[in-house]
């Protein structure tokens, strides 16, 4: 059982990169799926989280207008779509599945994160 994020990379200031999250060993279509970021020596941030049918979503406000998150329940991945992106995106990006969606909930699993670095 597994949540794989990938996408990461290295991209100049507003650049676009898109990020994948999908699951191995379950089903991640009845999961709602949220995106999280962490930069090294500051608590983890909520970037954004979409509902298990994708009837809803929510962002951070610092995303807001420049992130957008979807999900293919046909090939069970999550996508956050980042464009205009900023050097302060910099930072590991984390997917997690779990009943709810929301900032401060439970989650039942993590991806293992890929790394955001955006040049000025």
Same mark, same amino acid.
């Given at each position: 059982?597994?949540?794989? *994020?990938?996408? &990461? &990379?290295?991209?100049?200031?507003? $650049?676009?990169?898109?990020?994948? =999250? *999908?699951?191995?060993?379950?089903?991640? +279509?009845?999961?709602?799926?949220?995106?999280?970021?962490? #930069? /090294?020596? @500051?608590?983890?941030?909520?970037?954004?989280?979409?509902?298990?049918?994708? &009837?809803?979503?929510?962002? %951070?406000?610092?995303?807001? $207008?420049?992130?957008?998150? !979807?999900? +293919?329940?046909? @090939?069970?991945? #999550?996508?956050?779509?980042?464009? !205009?992106? @900023? /050097?302060? +995106?910099? %930072? #590991?990006?984390? =997917? *997690?599945?779990? /009943?709810? %969606? $929301?900032? +401060?909930?439970?989650?039942?699993?993590?991806?293992?994160?890929?790394?955001?670095? #955006?040049?000025?």
């Amino acid at each position: 059982v597994q949540l794989q *994020a990938s996408g &990461g &990379g290295l991209v100049q200031t507003g $650049g676009s990169l898109r990020l994948s =999250c *999908a699951s191995s060993g379950f089903t991640l +279509d009845y999961y709602a799926v949220g995106w999280f970021r962490q #930069v /090294p020596g @500051k608590r983890r941030e909520g970037v954004s989280y979409i509902s298990s049918s994708g &009837g809803s979503a929510n962002y %951070a406000e610092s995303v807001k $207008g420049r992130f957008t998150i !979807s999900r +293919d329940n046909a @090939k069970s991945t #999550v996508y956050l779509q980042m464009n !205009s992106l @900023k /050097p302060e +995106d910099t %930072a #590991v990006y984390y =997917c *997690a599945a779990g /009943p709810t %969606a $929301g900032w +401060d909930v439970w989650y039942d699993y993590w991806g293992q994160g890929t790394l955001v670095t #955006v040049s000025s």
